[in-house]
């Protein structure tokens, strides 16, 4: 069996180094390393070692997208939300996330194109797509009948309260 300069296995590592240590893939292609009887990944050693600890709460983002790419100069520390953002095609401005990709037909629109929610990010639909699909769901009959039974036992409930008849 293959050894590396420490004498370690370094079986299933492709043959593949990083400072003496085997480099291998975990299960979503990241390149990894054993270190201190850990499994870490390897663009995170890279970072660590340059800056410290990674803070809680952020995470790292390969620039170009490539996560066997583990140069310094290719990782960028963000939020989890920003992350998610950039993975989802949001483009950010000036520091401002300015647009965003609609779930539904995959256009790029401004932030305004989008109805606002009760949390922070906007819709997932843009207002086009969101009109189109309530004006689909309005002429669907099985929705339509779900309606219906629900604004009849709603009816009924607030009838009730209000001392109506109860035969009605």
Aim: net charge positive; glycine share 8%.
């Amino acid at each position: 069996m293959e050894r590396n300069s420490k004498g370690q296995f370094i079986k299933g590592t492709n043959g593949e180094t990083y400072n003496g240590f085997g480099i291998w893939y975990d299960k979503k292609g990241y390149p990894t390393i054993w270190l201190n009887n850990k499994n870490i990944k390897l663009h995170v050693y890279v970072w660590e070692k340059e800056n410290g600890e990674k803070p809680v709460g952020y995470q790292l983002h390969h620039k170009d997208f490539n996560k066997r790419n583990y140069n310094l100069i290719n990782l960028q520390l963000v939020t989890q939300s920003d992350h998610f953002k950039i993975h989802a095609g949001w483009i950010k401005t000036n520091g401002e996330w300015t647009h965003k990709p609609c779930t539904k037909c995959g256009e790029l629109y401004e932030i305004s194109q989008y109805y606002t929610r009760k949390g922070y990010t906007p819709s997932p639909l843009c207002k086009k797509c969101h009109i189109a699909q309530c004006k689909e769901r309005l002429n669907d009959p099985q929705i339509k009948e779900t309606n219906k039974i629900y604004k009849a036992e709603w009816y009924k409930k607030n009838k009730l309260r209000k001392g109506g008849d109860e035969n009605a």
